[in-house]
């Protein structure tokens, strides 16, 4: 029987990020995918001027409410990007109804020193108290920066961003994953990946693409998530998911999407994470 996921997320219309990027990458991997939107975009927020968005609020909470009458039961729950901080109190009396579940938080909120557009403090508060119900959380240094109240720091020492990613526990995750961190004292032709929990951290690194798309995030989580699901130890699905995301973002160049906002397209790593996981969808 395949794994399961319900993934709470933003649906772009048009772009490949939120779940229009973690859906595919998930069933891809061979784990079945419940779809949750957290709000309805037209395009991603970069990229393409003014964009619509509604919020799904009320969507999720008679989504929720209608699974657990069923008694639905979910090997994993994983959430990103939302619009609307009172998602947080809904995703968190979910989460309590499945203690069979293991809880992945992409806070989602912020990249290169600032926030999203259209997202407030208020929701960086709210995302604190998301993470406290976490197994796995999986920050970039801004977010991590935010989530910590600590000055943004676009290239830091490996000394710095172990501790940084260290004190993410505080907040109560297991386990937490800082992504896309530049060292000053390591190769700046690397992407580093600093991993931390209860027993220490380790760096893992992958090469660094020279040009950038947004949703490395989401197919970074994804990867990860149905990796550790087929039993993957965290050290090999990050490795896994860091080589997919530099793949991803060097095809999804080759085939000349010009517009950053268009997103990474996850469909191009798919022969790759298939080749990986066929065994999977006949187990």
Known sequence: MLKTCASIQSFCCYTKVGLALAFPT???????CAPVPSCLLSTEVHGYGDFYIRSCTDDMK????????ENLKWDSIYTGFLSDPNQVDVIIDFVKT???????IDPAFADDGHIYTGLSMDLVEKMKKLLSVADITVPNP???CFL??????EIMTTDEAVALTKELLTLGPKMAVMTSVNLSDKDPNMCYIISADKNGSYIISHKKYHKMQHGTGDLFASVLLASLLHGKSMKDATQFAGNMVYLALERTDKAK?????????SITVFPEILDENRKFFTE
């Open 62 to 69: 008679a989504t929720f409410t209608h699974w657990n009458r």
């Open 26 to 32: 998930l069933e891809a991997m061979g784990v079945e």
């Open 142 to 144: 801004t977010e991590a």
């Open 98 to 104: 499945h203690p069979e579940a293991l809880i992945m």
């Open 148 to 153: 910590l109240n600590k000055p943004q720091k």
């Open 257 to 265: 999407y010009t517009n950053d906002g268009h997103g990474v397209q």
